[in-house]
């Protein structure tokens, strides 16, 4: 079995380039260390390499299936759910009081990671119940944590967010679920939703849905949206699992990928009442619903980061044994051939994979880290430091999802006709990370966010942020061998991008809303490639730094050689998206469904 993770670059990220070994010095992680931390993730591969790499291959080849009513997958998944509850991790990020260890997002995250890159179906399902639990955590009544949360902490039930409805996808003021009041004062539930990921399984003892719905009498649009809590079971007073609560399955939907994971179509309220329970307060599910989104934004581009890691650390093991052709300036055809990673091409499609993979890997946990400073920094950087996080989380999201999908298809070119054969396992992350681009947002979602409220709220706080926090690195760099190139590339790039910006801000009240978001993507592809390689800035600093010391040569040197890859393959683009995004350019906002 190929690799799936490196544990050396994951060291690199945590403690070299993040300093999340300082985290015990904050009162709420002072029961820690870094030893603490080296445990729980040694735990974490170990769990991960045991029990969910070992039937990727089998949870693809037999997806979920129907019998007599009730969902059936393969034992593999049962088993490495279990194992991740037994290691406690549902709960692991969360209070003592409530069973966790309060472990830091960003060392969670990097838990996360090992299960997501050996087994991205079988991760989402203990994925969903965190963001369920997190979301519970800070909006549900007290007696509410008590009967729904804490079971999920446990790892007892599971949980999902029920958000789509078959005829609304991502248009979720269309939504027409609806929710009626009882004399109780709890609500009966009645509807449909679509594509909702665990939504149904065998897994665990209840299945913990948050849905969307619209109070009767409630106003049109996002204003009329409320969030409640419905369980597949209801709940006895005891708190024991109760009778059906009438959430039916009316069938799975049967992706490309991620087949692990089950993908259902549920109708609530057929053939009895469904009852659920109203969180928080009226006419504010989707706000609440938006923090679970975004936690689960980044959870998606980390999830992509750690497909495309596992299509790198596959495609480079089979260019290090693949013995095919010579080098073209050796004639003699009676001499050896060599392993194909001596040819340059091959050299620039590893390289070309290193340089996406390692660099998404560094903007996911460094978000993951500003989540930690919200919760546990300096009170006076803590706008700052939300502002700064809005503003990355759709990039976080997207440039992962799309960049990953590249470096996957680099591996395949890497291992030739292989690639493309279930012998090898790079196809099956093709297919899988494809589903990420569309997970909680497409790119065109995000693109609008981007531009259309994170780049504009607060009076562009949080552009001013992200480019003082460059600033500092770029200044912080100088003088440092080898880094000259990223440090340059980066300049220009963030040059161009400010420009960009300033430019097609200053347009928005002549252009209008609709020609305005007509080249968010370029946006979104601009600003993303430009953080990237702030993230390459970062990176290369603390390699040229490390190699003073004449340690670890080879692999501080493959930072600096990336970085110099994504500065002069991948940084010049920015430029051609920043010209596209500053013109205000009309050829897509123009063109006419006759046309096509």
């Given amino acids: 079995m190929a690799p799936f993770l490196s544990k050396r670059d994951l060291q690199f990220q945590l403690y070299e380039v993040l300093d999340t070994a300082a985290l015990p010095s904050r009162p709420r992680f002072a029961e820690h260390s870094r030893e603490v931390y080296d445990d729980v993730l040694n735990l974490a591969y170990n769990v991960a390499e045991k029990y969910f790499a070992n039937h990727t291959r089998d949870a693809d080849l037999n997806e979920p299936h129907v019998v007599n009513g009730k969902v059936e997958l393969v034992p593999g998944v049962k088993a490495a759910v279990d194992a991740f509850r037994d290691a406690g991790f549902f709960s692991a990020h969360h209070d003592e009081e409530l069973g966790g260890l309060q472990l830091p997002w960003v060392v969670m995250q990097a838990v996360q990671a090992h299960f997501q890159a050996a087994n991205v179906g079988s991760s989402g399902y203990p994925f969903l119940t965190i963001g369920n639990a997190n979301l519970q955590r800070e909006f549900a009544s007290p007696e509410q944590q008590k009967t729904y949360m804490q079971p999920l902490l446990e790892g007892r039930w599971f949980g999902t967010m029920a958000l789509s409805e078959p005829h609304a996808g991502s248009g979720l003021a269309d939504i027409t679920t609806s929710a009626t009041p009882r004399e109780d004062g709890r609500y009966n539930i009645s509807g449909s939703k679509m594509w909702i990921s665990g939504g149904e399984h065998e897994l665990s003892e209840n299945i913990v849905h948050l849905v969307l719905a619209r109070i009767k009498g409630a106003p049109a649009g996002v204003r009329g949206i409320s969030l409640f809590i419905v369980p597949r079971y209801r709940v006895n007073e005891d708190g024991s699992v109760g009778d059906s609560n009438n959430v039916v399955l009316a069938g799975l939907n049967h992706k490309m990928g991620y087949r692990g994971t089950t993908n259902t179509l549920l109708n609530f309220g057929e053939g009895g009442e469904t009852i659920g329970e109203l969180l928080g307060e009226p006419g504010r599910g989707l706000a609440y619903m938006f923090r679970m989104m975004n936690e689960a934004r980044i959870g998606v581009g980390m999830g992509a980061v750690m497909l495309g890691y596992a299509g790198y650390l596959a495609s480079l093991e089979y260019a290090r044994q693949r013995l095919q052709g010579r080098h073209a300036s050796n004639k003699n055809a009676d001499s050896p051939a060599v392993p194909i990673i001596e040819h340059a091409d091959v050299k620039r499609l590893l390289l070309r994979q290193k340089a996406f993979v390692e660099g998404g890997l560094a903007l996911g946990l460094y978000a993951s880290s500003l989540v930690d400073d919200l919760q546990t920094g300096p009170d006076g950087a803590k706008a700052d430091t939300e502002l700064l996080l809005d503003l990355l989380t759709p990039i976080v999201k997207s440039w992962p999802s799309k960049y990953s999908q590249e470096a996957l298809s680099d591996a395949i070119q890497v291992m030739g006709g292989a690639g493309y054969t279930r012998d090898y396992p790079v196809e099956m992350y093709y297919r899988d990370n494809r589903l990420n681009p569309i997970h909680e947002g497409t790119e065109g979602i995000q693109g609008n966010d981007l531009l259309g409220r994170k780049l504009t709220q607060a009076g562009g706080r949080g552009l001013a942020v992200l480019l003082e926090k460059m600033q500092a690195d770029l200044k912080a760099s100088e003088g440092l061998q080898g880094v ?63 190699l003073g010391a004449g340690k670890d040569t080879d692999f501080y040197q493959g930072k600096l050689q990336a970085a110099r890859f994504f500065a002069v393959y991948e940084l010049p683009k920015v430029r051609a998206h920043a010209e596209l995004l500053a013109s205000a350019d009309r050829t897509t906002f123009d063109m006419q469904d006759a046309w096509f």
């Fill in 484 to 546: 000259d190139d990223i440090r340059s590339a980066l300049q220009t790039a963030i040059r161009q991008s400010g420009a960009a910006i300033q430019t097609i801000l200053g347009k928005a009240a002549e252009l209008g809303p609709d020609l305005f978001l007509a080249n968010a993507n370029s946006a979104l592809e601009m600003l993303g490639h430009t953080v990237i390689g702030w993230m390459w800035l970062r990176q290369a600093a603390t390699a040229a730094r490390a």
